[in-house]
């Protein structure tokens, strides 16, 4: 029987949904990539090595974006690498100290975190953003060069430090430092203060970093600055997640968000199919999170008296007419979940009565959840 495990694990892994990877990113200078440019003003958009340009920003900063984080409701935060009007000609200066946001039906630019009234001192830039967890969350960002906040009850911070700030009113300014989201001086190794990390989010429990040179750190591994690096707090270490421009060495991620969370599907219900005799019709409202960007339908048996979830998937995929899918159900009483998702990960399955979350199913859709937006 012995002989049988490793077939049988490798069956095992077989199985599992295939890791994808979506995420956006700014290159700090023209990159070529699978035969087109992109720019460093450009967002571009990462499937698993497929990159793209969506047109995200209305007339866009004609200076490298620096920092990068897609939000949940669709806008985005970004910071700019230098002095820039916003739209270009508008006459509404943002400094490179500043976290914008940008509202895409609107077109409207505006001051989301602005880091003169604030207190960052001259010659500081913000050179990572992005918020920790839905829109509402604290707001984390990193320096590119040291930076004393002592004096607004926060510590000197290194360029490879990661800086947590919660909002304390609606103005640009109101914000207080809650401390150090990621401490480059302690974690296993540390990170030398000659790097700088230009580009940081989270995924997947892990902390995501970009560093702006080649850095060394053990198990022995030089990471590039066209690479997406890991940090998992838990095992300790560093890791590689992601090289999207192969061998090159002379451009950098500049700035990179993951795709925001799929959130949850307000309201479904199931309905006697009007087109096949014993099929249902599932109808759904959609996530209210434009991490939503498919969606997968579970199906169950429903107990007496009710035991256990028991939930497969039956359908990864909403095709032809959205939030609204036909399926040809299995004998006996069923119950159903409709799940949204999108490449990274799956959203929420719903809550019990008692509002804790609904368990995944077997076989899920995505080998994930992501729980950051509603
Ligand atoms: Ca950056
Ligand atoms: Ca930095
Ligand atoms: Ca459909």
Not at 15 to 41: E, K
Not at 286 to 312: F, R
Not at 332 to 343: D, Q, S
Request: proline fraction near 10%.
């Amino acid at each position: 029987m012995k002989r049988l495990i490793p077939l049988l694990v490798a069956l095992g892994i077989a199985g599992l949904p295939a890791l994808a990877s979506s995420y956006y990113f700014s290159p700090d200078v023209p990159t070529d990539l699978a035969g087109n440019t992109y720019l460093p003003w450009q967002i571009v958009r990462n499937d698993s090595g497929t990159f793209n340009a969506p047109a995200v920003l209305a007339q866009p900063p004609v200076t490298a974006i620096d920092s990068l984080h897609a939000m949940c409701s669709g806008k985005w935060l970004l910071s700019v690498e230098a002095p820039m009007d916003l739209p270009l000609g508008g006459g509404v200066y943002y400094e490179p100290w500043d976290v914008i946001e940008f509202d895409p039906p609107a077109g409207i630019y505006s001051l989301f975190f602005c880091g003169g009234p604030f207190g960052i001192p001259p010659g500081s830039d913000i050179d990572a953003a992005f918020l920790r967890g839905d829109d509402t969350a604290d707001l984390v960002i990193s320096f590119d060069v040291p930076t004393d906040l002592t004096g607004l009850g926060g510590a000197l911070y290194q360029p490879s430090d990661l800086v947590q700030l919660q909002r304390t009113g609606a103005a640009c300014n109101s914000w207080t430092i809650v401390g150090l989201f990621f401490d480059s001086t302690t974690s296993v190794p540390p990170i030398p203060d000659t790097t700088n990390v230009t580009g940081s989010d989270r995924h997947g429990g892990r902390t995501m970093l970009g560093f702006d040179v080649a850095s060394d750190l053990p198990p022995p591994t030089t990471y590039l600055p066209g690479q997406v690096v890991f940090w998992a707090p838990l095992i300790p270490g560093f890791g590689l997640y992601d090289a999207p421009y192969g061998a090159q060495t002379t451009s950098r991620i500049d700035a990179f968000s993951f795709l925001p969370g799929p959130g949850e599907v307000p309201s479904m219900h199931v309905d006697k199919s009007s087109i096949t005799a014993g099929d249902l019709t599932i109808t759904w409202i959609a996530s209210l999170s434009v991490g939503a960007e498919d969606y997968g339908i579970y199906e169950g048996t429903v107990s007496q008296p009710w035991g256990a979830y028991s939930h497969g998937a039956i359908d990864c995929h909403d095709d032809g007419t959205k939030f609204t899918e036909e399926i040809t159900p299995a004998a006996g009483n069923r119950y159903y979940l409709v799940v949204a998702m999108n490449p990274n990960h799956e959203g929420s399955y719903g809550r019990r009565s008692s509002g804790a979350e609904r368990p995944m199913g077997s076989s899920p859709c995505k080998p994930s959840q992501d729980f950051d937006c509603p």
